[in-house]
Every structure is written in structure tokens, then in C-alpha cells.
Antibody
Framework: QVQLVESGGGVVQPGRSLRLSCAAS????????MHWVRQAPGKGLEWVAA????????YYADSVKGRFSISSDNSKNTLYLQMNSLRAEDTAVFYC???????????????WGPGTMVTVSS | QLVLTQSPSASASLGASVKLTCTLS???????IAWHQQQPEKGPRYLMK???????NKGDGIPDRFSGSSSGAERYLTISSLQSEDEADYYC??????????FGGGTKLTVL
């Protein structure tokens, strides 16, 4: 079945780096835009980053621009989020999500992963 | 800057109906949105894409009890025959092509 599973979360000190992965299955990964969304404890959803289906276009929220980098490996059906210079305010559950319409990076999200927790603390 | 506004909370009795609202501001009233459900301690789940004309595309396995409608800048999610498992946070989402994604603040639905 169509599925996204995130991994790579954990506890990290401020200023350090972490890379998240999102393994996709059950659909043609290379045909869809993919996104990262986060949710701080007790808060709502915040869009973080997006990548076009072919990996050529990448987009970021202002809050992470210059620190986070999104990428994908279509041969492994995997989405990544490289997070550098982490701050306490980056503490959140990170979800990957699939754009519903092939060829469009920005669209309704129709598949979500269960999320992976990132805690930034000394 | 496009903004989606949702009431922070709503409540309704078991078996009753409830209508949640998402209001678009600072953008064309023609924007489509998506509704997502987040049950406690779980990831979000796609419910439907809702167009400005009220037409909608529901996700696989979403019960007929969930429906959407639109009026101007308002987008609605109606849940009928409320069940205990409908107690969740509900988020609306829209997108600006090539720019960014916007979420509403979410509505916490309590089933009494």
C-alpha cells in the first residue's frame, strides 16, 4: 500500500546537525512533489520544505532557509531533510507528505508519514 | 500573505453533526484547500480536497459522514453522525504554486 515512513530523529545539541529520511513505497515516487512539515509540541502544523518531482526545484520556509536542505534519491524512493545549525525552536515532530497530483510540487497532501521526533537540547 | 483561519475548538454530541470552518484571507476566494484529521498521538490523515465550487475529492476509506462545501472565502467540513473516533484536531491546508504551503491553526473537536 501507499506508505511513507520517516526515520533519523533523535536528541541533538543546539548548533549540531541531523539528517532525516522518508522512505516511500506503493507509488511512483519520481512522479510526485514531496514535502516536510513539522509540529512543535502542542502546536499546529508548519510547512518546512518542498521538492519538485524531478528534484530540480526546492522551496523552504523562511524559518529554515539557509539551515535546512531538502533532497531526494529516486533510485531509493527516499526523501531527505538535512538540518544544520539546529536550534531549540526546531524541536518538533517532522512529517513527510506527498503532493496529491503528479507533476505539481504544490498541491493537497494526500499521504502523510507517522512522523519522527527531533529534540534540540543541551 | 495568504492566511487560513480556524476556530480553536468545537464540540458536538455523539451522533450529532458538526460543521467546521476554514476562512481564507488575503488571497483569492477561488483557492482550493485540503482538510486533514489528526487523531491524538498520530500523524495527520488526508480527508479531502475541497474546491471553491464545493466539489471535493475524498481520500481512500474516508466515510460518507465526512463532506465538504464552500461559500465565498469560507471552506467547510461537515461531519455527521459523530463517533468517538472523530474526536481529533482538524487542519485546513492550501498552497501557493511555486511559493509555499499554508496551514490553518487547527480546530480541536470534542465529541461529548
Amino acid at each position: 500500500q501507499v506508505q511513507l515512513v520517516e526515520s533519523g530523529g533523535g536528541v541533538v545539541q543546539p548548533g549540531r546537525s541531523l539528517r532525516l529520511s522518508c522512505a516511500a513505497s506503493g507509488f511512483t515516487f519520481r512522479s510526485y512533489g514531496m514535502h516536510w512539515v513539522r509540529q512543535a509540541p502542542g502546536k499546529g502544523l508548519e510547512w518546512v520544505a518542498a521538492i519538485s518531482y524531478d528534484g530540480t526545484n526546492k522551496y523552504y520556509a523562511d524559518s529554515v532557509k539557509g539551515r535546512f536542505s531538502i533532497s531526494s534519491d529516486n533510485s531509493k524512493n527516499t526523501l531527505y531533510l538535512q538540518m544544520n545549525s539546529l536550534r531549540a525552536e526546531d524541536t518538533a515532530v517532522f512529517y513527510c507528505a506527498k503532493a496529491m497530483s503528479s507533476g505539481y510540487a504544490f498541491y493537497a497532501f494526500d499521504i502523510w508519514g507517522p512522523g519522527t521526533m527531533v529534540t534540540v537540547s543541551s | 500573505q495568504l492566511v487560513l483561519t480556524q476556530s480553536p475548538s468545537a464540540s458536538a454530541s455523539l451522533g450529532a453533526s458538526v460543521k467546521l470552518t476554514c476562512t481564507l484571507s488575503n488571497g483569492p476566494g477561488s483557492y482550493a484547500i485540503a482538510w486533514h484529521q489528526q487523531q491524538p498521538e498520530k500523524g495527520p490523515r488526508y480527508l479531502m480536497k475541497l474546491n471553491s465550487d464545493g466539489s471535493h475529492n475524498k481520500g481512500d476509506g474516508i466515510p460518507d459522514r465526512f463532506s465538504g462545501s464552500s461559500s465565498g472565502a469560507e471552506r467547510y467540513l461537515t461531519i455527521s453522525s459523530l463517533q468517538s473516533e472523530d474526536e481529533a484536531d482538524y487542519y485546513c491546508q492550501t498552497w501557493v504554486s511555486g511559493v509555499h504551503v499554508v496551514f490553518g491553526g487547527g480546530t480541536k473537536l470534542t465529541v461529548l
